[in-house]
């Protein structure tokens, strides 16, 4: 008996202990978002603490801590969102792991933010309003708080429902609202809103049309001839090349404009010497990586993974020198009228405020990015290393045409429009084959209407919320500030 009872009590302590256990498996599930969020915090709250450092004697720090908190918040919101559009075509196409993916954004990121970021912006996003139109600088100053605000909340809305969008469009849409609300329509700069406008098209467009191209090209030069492998180690260093020229002249004109200012001439001559250089350095590197591959198509991969990875990095080194002094301009417009007393066209950008756009970037990237980077990467069309690295060369030779032509144009688009490019090109060129296969068989039997939409190879669920996305970013963006500005100036009037 004595021995029942003391089967039986352990039988209850192993029933209380696993249910002990499932409640503690729960909490941690449940908990788990809550660690990100609460870094996230931390993260802002040091951001704060470290402004009041800076301005600790000054009557007006609150006003400078409150905007770095906010400062702080929107380049997290960066991180989570538009980091994933260098990083998901990598991912996707599996060249690099998530961990891998994230570790070289946040070191490019970083270095192109501390190290090539714009040390002057317009403290009005690109002359988006006019300065002069604010009556006092109080006025000036809510207004940029208002756009840093509302930009923050709009990239972190959209990161929520999945939709990559352009974080310096919604710095814009910030800036015109607030402006808008502060000032009249008058303040602000038609022509140069229509120009952004203009981008929305021709970002995505440009973008989409580039990378088919080059996946159009290595279809006809290396996947469809006789000797694959042969054709590649032709071919591969040619793009490699073609790359590293474009970077060379994108780097050029943004690592060494603290040094000497370069016209796009002399920037596309410095690229054309490091394209020529890349080219006789891997050419015979691909040629000893191609020794022993099967002549089928899966095994090209192996000779676009690191070309892939090598220009991931490149793009997040260019966003972080690009981007990242856009997001932080409004943050960067409060400090120096709270510093001078007044407001100008242009600013310098303090090294601490580049700093927390810098890791902001970062920890956003690493907590919450890993939802985008899937998206872009694999969600919208499946993307292999080749695939993949068409998206990278076009993001790079598009933003170089756009900067030749004086578009501004968004990074977001050119990247996400170049994924959505190499997926129609493929959807276009399976239905081409189709079509041949059809007529060079006629009792081929077809396939049905509503079995060939299924069978699209561009989810237009995605297509369509990102593009909604895009189409919204300014004016919701303008609406938020706008009535945040009221709000705020209700508050402290």
């Not at 084959?433 to 039997?445: D, E, F, G, N, Y």
């Not at 989810?459 to 919701?476: D, E, K, L, N």
């Amino acid at each position: 008996m004595g021995a029942e009872k003391r089967g039986s009590q352990w039988k209850t302590l192993d029933k209380d202990l696993n249910r002990i256990s499932q409640v503690e498996y729960a909490t941690q599930y449940v908990s788990r978002p809550l660690v990100g969020m609460g870094i996230a915090l931390a993260f802002i709250v040091i951001a704060a603490l470290g402004a009041a450092v800076f301005f600790g004697q000054s009557p007006t720090s609150l006003v400078v801590v409150t905007a770095a908190a906010f400062g702080a918040y929107m380049a997290l919101n960066i991180g989570a969102n538009d980091v994933a559009n260098n990083m998901g075509p990598a991912v996707g196409a599996n060249a690099l792991t998530m961990g891998g993916a994230i570790i070289i954004a946040i070191i490019c990121e970083s270095a192109g933010a501390l190290l090539a970021g714009g040390d002057v912006v317009s403290t009005i996003s690109k002359g988006i309003i006019d300065p002069t139109g604010f009556d006092q600088s109080r006025v000036f100053v809510w207004a940029m708080m208002a756009a840093l605000i509302s930009s923050a909340l709009w990239v972190n809305l959209a990161t929520w429902i999945g939709a990559p969008v352009s974080t310096t469009h919604s710095v814009v849409g910030g800036v015109m609202g607030a402006g808008i609300a502060a000032a009249g329509f008058s303040a602000v700069s038609w022509g140069t809103m229509g120009k952004i406008a203009a981008s929305w098209v021709i970002s995505p467009v440009l973008g989409g049309a580039i990378a088919a191209l080059f996946l159009a090209l290595i279809k006809h030069k290396i996947i469809y001839q006789e000797d694959k492998i042969a054709a590649a180690k032709r071919w591969v260093p040619v793009l490699i090349g073609i790359m590293a020229a474009a970077f060379g002249a994108y780097l050029s004109i943004k690592g060494l404009k603290k040094v000497v200012k370069i016209d796009i001439g002399t920037a596309l001559l410095i690229g054309a010497g490091i394209g020529a250089v890349a080219y006789f350095v891997t050419a015979p590197l691909i040629a000893r990586q191609a020794r022993g591959l099967e002549n089928r198509t899966k095994s090209l991969k192996a000779l676009f993974a690191l070309p892939l990875i090598f220009s991931a990095a490149l793009l997040s080194f260019a966003h972080g020198a690009n981007d990242v002094a856009n997001a932080v301009g409004p943050l960067a417009a409060i400090v120096h009228v709270e510093s001078v007393g007044d407001f100008a066209d242009k600013v310098s950008i303090p090294t601490w405020v580049m700093v927390i756009g810098a890791f902001g970037i970062s920890f956003g990237l690493m907590l919450f990015g890993p939802k985008l980077i899937r998206m872009v990467g694999s969600q919208i069309t499946k993307l292999n290393p080749m695939r993949a690295y068409c998206v990278a060369l076009s993001a790079a030779i598009t933003v170089i045409v756009a900067s030749w032509l004086g578009l501004p144009v968004s990074s977001t688009h050119i990247a996400v429009g170049g994924v959505f490019g190499v997926g129609f090109y493929r959807e276009y060129h399976m239905e081409r084959r189709l079509r041949r296969s059809s007529a060079a068989r006629p009792q081929v039997k077809r396939i049905a209407p509503e079995e060939r939409r299924r069978r699209k190879l561009v989810r237009r669920s995605h297509f369509m919320t990102i593009v909604a996305a895009w189409v919204i970013t300014v004016p919701a963006a303008a609406l938020m500030s706008g009535v945040i500005f009221y709000v705020l100036n209700a508050i402290v009037s």
